[in-house]
């Protein structure tokens, strides 16, 4: 196991001069959760990606997806946040992964329904809102009808 300062991972959202950066440092910090698996293997069993994929990101190759970065971070308590920006502590406050997994399924709903076109980082973005806004308490913002007026909202229409 090798022993890494967290605080050399961090990159706040958007402070990264380009996206290979953002991108390596992603994977540094992925690679840190990472090893503190057992074998490469079972961190990508619970990652739900094969070895290779888990490789690759490691590597800033690829991108992982929010749900990916979840499990991940969750069987040794890392924050979702940090893990994903670079942002906040590493040990911070987790997500809840059924939570997450309802919003993501409400986002794509009302994105097909509504034929709208998001791309990754717009579903993360709107993801990480719709969860913020859940748990201070607006649990409509959940609702279709109103993930609809939020895309619209921000692609100011």
Do not use: C
């Amino acid at each position: 196991m090798k022993s890494t300062s967290y605080k050399d991972l961090n990159d706040p959202v958007g402070m990264a001069e380009d996206l290979d950066k953002a991108l390596k440092l992603l994977g540094k910090r992925i690679s840190s959760v990472a090893d503190l698996y057992p074998s490469r293997k079972s961190a990508a069993a619970v990652a739900g990606v094969s070895t290779d994929q888990l490789s690759r990101y490691m590597r800033g190759e690829n991108q992982p997806g929010l749900l990916t970065m979840a499990a991940l971070a969750k069987t040794h308590g890392f924050s979702l946040d940090w893990l994903a920006s670079g942002v906040g502590d590493p040990k911070g406050a987790n997500m809840d992964l059924d939570l997450l997994t309802m919003i993501l399924d409400t986002i794509e709903q009302a994105a097909t329904e509504n034929d709208i076109k998001l791309s990754g980082g717009q579903r993360s973005r709107l993801a990480a809102l719709l969860y913020s806004l859940h748990e201070s308490g607006n649990k409509e913002s959940l609702n279709p009808a109103n993930v609809v007026r939020l895309i619209d909202f921000g692609q100011g229409k």
